[in-house]
């Protein structure tokens, strides 16, 4: 993990296929609550 999270509130993410990927705060959020919402399904 990679960024600055403290500072700015984003992370830089490397996916299993080796994609890196910048996520600020509200991104991670939106994320996390699409993922409650499937696990409720």
Do not use: C, Q
Request: glycine share 4%.
């Amino acid at each position: 993990n990679s960024g600055d999270w403290v500072e700015s509130l984003t992370a830089i993410v490397e996916h299993h296929d080796g994609r890196l990927e910048l996520i600020t705060y509200p991104e991670f959020m939106k994320r996390v609550a699409e993922n409650m919402t499937s696990l409720d399904d």
